[in-house]
């Protein structure tokens, strides 16, 4: 549990990567290939599951369980670096971003 006043800081994928994955590809494209509404878990290896979720259903669970939302960060990689994820995908999270970075707080 997280005590009042106390900062959540996680990662997570970009709803939009999702959107544009292309399975053909195997790789993020330039159009939308999938519903924003109802995004299916994602299986990921290894047993893991991910989970993507509108914007908007985020911020319902934070408020629902406490937590203000203090910030939202599209990080835009430099041209020379290379994703350990998603080598294939630099490129594209230069123009749009892949991972989005939220920052909520506990209110006390």
Do not use: N
């Amino acid at each position: 549990m997280l005590r009042p006043d106390g900062v959540l800081l996680f990662c997570a994928t970009s709803p939009l990567f999702r959107l544009c994955w292309d399975d053909r590809r195997d790789g993020p494209g330039d159009r939308l290939q999938r519903d924003y509404f109802g995004l299916p878990p994602e299986a990921e290896g290894h047993g893991a599951v991910s989970f993507t979720l509108p914007y908007g259903e985020w911020v319902r669970r934070f408020r629902a369980h406490g937590l203000a939302v203090e910030a939202l960060v599209e990080p835009q990689p430099p041209p020379d670096v290379v994703s350990p994820f998603y080598p294939g995908a630099t490129d594209w999270a230069q123009r749009w971003p892949a991972e989005v970075i939220w920052k909520v707080r506990r209110e006390a």
